[in-house]
């Protein structure tokens, strides 16, 4: 399906990280962006944990698309608790939004998932499509918080009737806004880098994801979820080596897996191996990387920040 012409949209996180550079993805292809969130730079300042707030905010208005980029995380998480207001916001936050989407009389619906959501573990060589199973119960309890969380965002977007819902399974973030964090830590040497013998992640630079957004709003078909990564997988370790080397940063730290576990919810991560294909999304929402690899998004991003 593709919807060209422009639409009034309604963006849930437009202040976030990610948020912003959906606003502008957006606006440059033409849409009028309307923020929803809890500050007061918001068109539509609401809280999604609360309902009844919610709806009153957005009664009388009218959006065509909604997007779901709201998140409760400031910081990267450390522990499996750091995890536990976004899991709320995944189930609770999700239904109420997906309520108001229909009271402003939104017939589409695009929500932020994660590749996460395939499972926590090591996947080997094997490369994952958006066939392959979504939530599977967790290996624990805490991982069956996190992975309900997922799986009742993506079965509410695309269950609900009378809502064209799309989901876009991101990889982990980096970019504007988001890896600049990391270099006061780097330059202290206050951010150890894990042992991750041959683990790979998918990666995806924020403002490509955010391109992936836009193409999701006009192109993406009902029903349907979408990988969004960029073409080189790789670790945690190899990932903070890359950041330190482009900002002329000093090497991080070296340390064993096992040293993390206390960090339950981040050793879990940096335990985890996964390709995933991005063919689906190529192929559907006529969307590429513009960055194939972390290097050459933070060779971009270093470029940027000493103009």
Same mark, same amino acid.
Request: charged letters at 25%.
């Given at each position: 399906?593709?919807?060209?012409?422009?639409?009034?949209?309604?963006? %849930?996180? #437009?202040?976030?990280?990610?948020?912003?550079?959906?606003?502008?993805?957006?606006?440059?292809?033409?849409?009028?962006?309307?923020?929803?969130?809890? *500050?007061?730079?918001?068109?539509?300042?609401?809280?999604? =944990?609360?309902?009844?707030?919610?709806?009153?905010?957005?009664?009388?208005?009218?959006?065509?698309?909604?997007?779901?980029?709201?998140?409760?995380?400031?910081? /990267?998480?450390?522990?499996?608790?750091?995890?536990? %207001?976004?899991?709320?916001?995944?189930?609770?936050?999700?239904?109420?939004?997906?309520?108001?989407?229909?009271?402003?009389?939104?017939?589409?619906?695009?929500? +932020? *998932?994660?590749?996460?959501?395939?499972?926590?573990?090591?996947?080997?060589?094997?490369?994952?499509?958006?066939?392959?199973?979504?939530?599977?119960?967790?290996?624990?309890?805490?991982?069956?918080?996190?992975?309900?969380?997922?799986? %009742?965002?993506?079965?509410?977007?695309?269950?609900? /009737?009378?809502?064209?819902?799309?989901?876009?399974?991101?990889?982990?973030?980096?970019?504007?806004?988001?890896? +600049?964090?990391?270099?006061?830590?780097?330059?202290?040497?206050?951010?150890?880098?894990?042992?991750?013998?041959?683990?790979?992640?998918?990666?995806?630079?924020?403002?490509?994801?955010?391109?992936?957004?836009?193409? #999701?709003? +006009?192109?993406?078909?009902?029903?349907?979820?979408?990988?969004?990564?960029?073409?080189?997988? =790789?670790?945690?370790?190899?990932?903070?080596?890359?950041?330190?080397?482009?900002?002329?940063?000093?090497?991080?730290?070296?340390?064993?897996?096992?040293?993390?576990?206390?960090?339950?919810?981040?050793?879990?991560?940096?335990? *985890? *191996? =996964?390709?995933?294909?991005?063919?689906?999304?190529?192929?559907?929402?006529?969307?590429?990387?513009?960055?194939?690899?972390?290097? +050459?998004?933070?060779? #971009?991003?270093?470029?940027?920040?000493?103009?």
């Amino acid at each position: 399906m593709t919807t060209n012409q422009h639409q009034n949209i309604l963006l %849930a996180g #437009a202040s976030g990280v990610l948020g912003r550079h959906i606003d502008r993805a957006l606006t440059d292809a033409g849409h009028k962006v309307t923020g929803l969130g809890r *500050s007061e730079g918001n068109g539509v300042q609401a809280d999604l =944990m609360d309902r009844d707030a919610l709806l009153r905010a957005v009664d009388g208005r009218h959006f065509d698309t909604v997007v779901h980029a709201a998140t409760a995380l400031r910081k /990267p998480p450390m522990g499996h608790r750091d995890m536990y %207001a976004t899991d709320a916001l995944r189930t609770e936050g999700t239904a109420h939004l997906i309520e108001a989407a229909l009271a402003t009389g939104a017939r589409r619906f695009v929500t +932020e *998932s994660m590749v996460f959501g395939y499972g926590y573990g090591d996947f080997g060589d094997r490369t994952i499509t958006e066939d392959d199973e979504f939530g599977p119960r967790g290996a624990d309890p805490q991982l069956e918080r996190h992975l309900a969380g997922m799986r %009742a965002k993506e079965q509410l977007t695309f269950g609900t /009737p009378g809502l064209e819902g799309v989901a876009l399974r991101f990889g982990l973030f980096y970019g504007p806004g988001g890896t +600049e964090a990391l270099l006061p830590m780097l330059r202290k040497r206050q951010l150890p880098a894990p042992a991750d013998r041959g683990r790979v992640l998918p990666w995806v630079e924020l403002t490509d994801a955010a391109r992936a957004v836009a193409a #999701a709003v +006009e192109h993406g078909r009902p029903g349907q979820a979408y990988n969004v990564a960029d073409r080189t997988p =790789m670790g945690f370790r190899a990932h903070l080596l890359c950041v330190a080397e482009e900002f002329g940063l000093p090497k991080p730290l070296s340390v064993p897996l096992w040293l993390t576990r206390p960090m339950a919810y981040a050793h879990t991560m940096f335990s *985890s *191996s =996964m390709r995933v294909s991005v063919e689906k999304a190529e192929r559907e929402l006529g969307w590429t990387p513009a960055y194939p690899s972390t290097r +050459e998004g933070l060779a #971009a991003l270093r470029a940027a920040t000493t103009r």
